[in-house]
């Protein structure tokens, strides 16, 4: 059975950090691309960062660019997303994903593909202002 258990999220203070986890057992995990998303109450759900599975590389939006970053640690079957000066419309669950597939997809106009064959039971990240 395939598990992606997330953790890490909480309160934080505007311009503060915090760093997700996601753990994944039950599959292998170096063939699988990671996304982070997160669902705000009435909002789409977005993905926020993605680490490929062919070369660890990373896609981002605009929206998160130069504050958020994935890594992974494929030795751990684990991804980490370190969240910096977050604000108050970061708040969401934060969900990660795993694709059976070696690239972060990207779709023209609206951002990471949200095709991802596993998905984790989400972390909440609450940011005050």
């Known amino acids: 059975e395939v598990q992606l258990v997330e953790s890490g999220g909480g309160l934080v203070q505007a311009g503060g950090s915090l760093r997700l986890s996601c753990a994944a057992s039950?599959?292998?995990?170096?063939?699988?691309?990671i996304g982070w998303f997160r669902q705000a109450p009435g909002k789409e759900r977005e993905g926020v960062a993605c680490?490929?599975?062919?070369?660890?590389?990373?896609y981002y939006p605009d929206s998160v660019k130069g504050r958020f970053t994935i890594s992974r640690d494929n030795a751990e079957n684990t991804v980490y997303l370190q969240m910096n000066s977050l604000k108050p419309d970061d708040t969401a669950v934060y969900y990660c994903?795993?694709?059976?597939?070696?690239?972060?997809?990207?779709?023209?106009?609206?951002?990471?593909?949200?095709?991802?064959?596993?998905w984790g039971q989400g972390t909440q990240v609450t940011v005050s202002s």
């Open positions: 994903a795993a694709d059976l597939f070696p690239r972060c997809m990207v779709v023209d106009g609206k951002g990471l593909s949200r095709q991802y064959d596993y």
């Open positions: 039950g599959l292998i995990f170096d063939e699988y691309t």
């Open positions: 680490v490929s599975a062919s070369d660890a590389s990373t």
